[in-house]
């Protein structure tokens, strides 16, 4: 499985990858990185924070849904508990979804056939 992972913190991206040590992880630190990675290749899907430098997590996703080879890639955002109705009803709209950082850990005992 193809991963991209997008966050601004190092210490939580490098968690992730190491949750997700069996598949294949793309990271990167801001939004715009990773816009373009996902513009570039496929993934299986697509994990990034909100809070992302120079483009937002919801800018980069908004930007995948519209112009990329990841139109119909699963999209996780990591929440941050402080998410309103606001919040779910775009990622409603994005066709994304808001898991916390411990159902991300949850993911590593997946398999894929």
Not at 34 to 40: E, I
Not at 79 to 101: C, D, P, Q, V, Y
Request: proline share 2%; with cysteine.
């Amino acid at each position: 499985m193809k991963v991209l992972v997008v966050h601004r913190q190092q210490q939580i991206l490098q968690n992730i990858k190491a949750q997700l040590q069996n598949w294949y992880v793309e990271s990167y630190d801001n939004g715009l990185e990773g816009l373009l990675a996902a513009k570039l290749s496929y993934f299986d899907l697509i994990l990034c924070g909100q809070d992302l430098p120079v483009v937002t997590g919801i800018e980069m996703v908004r930007s995948i849904r519209n112009l990329s080879l990841n139109q119909r890639t699963p999209v996780i955002l990591l929440a941050e508990g402080n998410e309103t109705k606001e919040h779910w009803r775009i990622m409603n709209s994005l066709n994304a979804n808001l898991m916390t950082l411990e159902e991300v850990k949850e993911m590593k005992d997946l398999s894929i056939e």
